[in-house]
């Protein structure tokens, strides 16, 4: 019933950005929650950054200062700006929602979106 689309994902070389959003749709009652998570190969899931409605975020220490997390609640969206990429960074990006649906609050994903940081 609910869906996230990811989009944004591509190459880039060492030091370029990118710019990913993630958008819900659905029969949704509101959307809490969301964050990024990326999957490098042979590696476990992380969570790289959540937003609340409110505005408050977290970052995990890879990519303070680089990364930023923003939300349009009127557009049920979350962004993910990456600034100064490096190789590391490249993994597959998936976004994460906490929606309330009629049933009530369940967690969805995206179906990914490949980052990958040449040089």
């Known amino acids: 019933q609910v869906q996230l689309v990811e989009s944004g994902g591509g190459l880039v070389q060492a030091g370029g950005s990118l710019r990913l959003s993630c958008a819900a749709s659905g029969s949704i009652f509101s959307v809490n929650t969301m964050g990024w998570y990326r999957q490098a190969p042979g590696k476990q899931r992380e969570l790289v950054a959540v937003i609340v409605r409110s505005g408050s975020t977290n970052y995990r220490d890879a990519v303070k200062g680089r990364f930023s997390i923003s939300r349009d609640n009127a557009k049920n969206t979350v962004y993910l700006q990456m600034n100064n990429l490096k190789r590391e960074d490249t993994a597959v990006y998936y976004c994460?929602?906490?929606?309330?649906?009629?049933?009530?609050?369940?967690?969805?994903w995206g179906q990914g979106t490949q980052v990958t940081v040449s040089s």
């Open positions: 994460y929602a906490d929606v309330t649906v009629v049933g009530g609050t369940l967690g969805y």
